[in-house]
């Protein structure tokens, strides 16, 4: 249900095919400059990679891919990145987690635990301004509000802050 919501939210103007395409392409291209940072010892460089990967690998479907890869760089970024890479951090656990929901009992917990980690995305990704970001993480916040059972204001409040960024943001 939930990974239906976020998979290809940058590319949805694309056919199915060239969206895949462009994903493999990129998922290439990003592990090669890991593979490339790695061997030079540039840490910080393959860790920021790592989340631009993790975002390629969701898109793509391969959540267990993308959640091994999040927790193998994420007490890395979570010491030394900076707050908008934290911030991304948090945004993309919360929707691994809401990408690996696999049954409905486990659905609204999985939600209410995605929650808190949008939760702090928002505080990272606002004190970051990292705006484009921000807005994604409203937006998924909307979207887990909307499925809790008496989260309507919370829902609501989202709604709001992810227009108002919408349009501050000219999309």
Not at 17 to 37: E, F, I
Not at 57 to 64: N, R
Request: charged share 20%; with cysteine; hydrophobic share 45%.
């Amino acid at each position: 249900l939930f990974v239906c919501l976020f998979v290809g939210r940058s590319l949805l103007n694309q056919s199915c095919s060239h969206q895949l395409r462009m994903c493999l392409t990129l998922q290439t291209q990003v592990l090669q400059a890991m593979s490339h940072a790695h061997r030079h010892h540039f840490d910080g460089v393959e860790a920021s990679c790592a989340l631009l990967l993790v975002d390629i690998q969701l898109q793509l479907g391969l959540v267990q891919h993308a959640q091994r890869t999040l927790d193998r760089f994420m007490p890395q970024v979570l010491a030394h990145g900076s707050v908008h890479e934290q911030g991304k951090v948090h945004q993309l656990a919360g929707l691994c987690i809401l990408a690996g929901v696999s049954d409905q009992d486990d659905e609204l917990a999985c939600v209410q635990d995605a929650v808190g980690w949008f939760d702090q995305a928002t505080k990272l990704l606002a004190q970051a301004e990292a705006l484009r970001d921000l807005r994604d993480t409203r937006y998924a916040l909307v979207r887990c509000h909307t499925a809790l059972e008496g989260h309507e204001q919370l829902a609501a409040t989202h709604a709001r802050e992810f227009r108002r960024l919408d349009t501050l943001l000219g999309q």
